[in-house]
């Protein structure tokens, strides 16, 4: 089974993207500018554990 990584708003705190984890993702935790659908905007969104 594929590991996924998480994503959370860094707004609201909603867990709403869910990618596949890369190899180099084990060391830091990565941060994506992505369109949150409860803020209705582009925010920072951040791996959680």
């Given at each position: 089974?594929?590991?996924k990584v998480v994503l959370s708003c860094e707004k609201?705190?909603?867990r709403?993207?869910?990618l596949?984890?890369?190899k180099d993702?084990?060391?830091a935790r990565m941060e994506?500018?992505?369109y949150c659908s409860?803020?209705?905007e582009h925010t920072l969104h951040k791996?959680?554990?």
């Open positions: 089974m594929a590991k609201c705190g909603s709403n993207y869910s596949p984890a890369s993702s084990a060391t994506l500018k992505k409860h803020c209705n791996q959680t554990r």
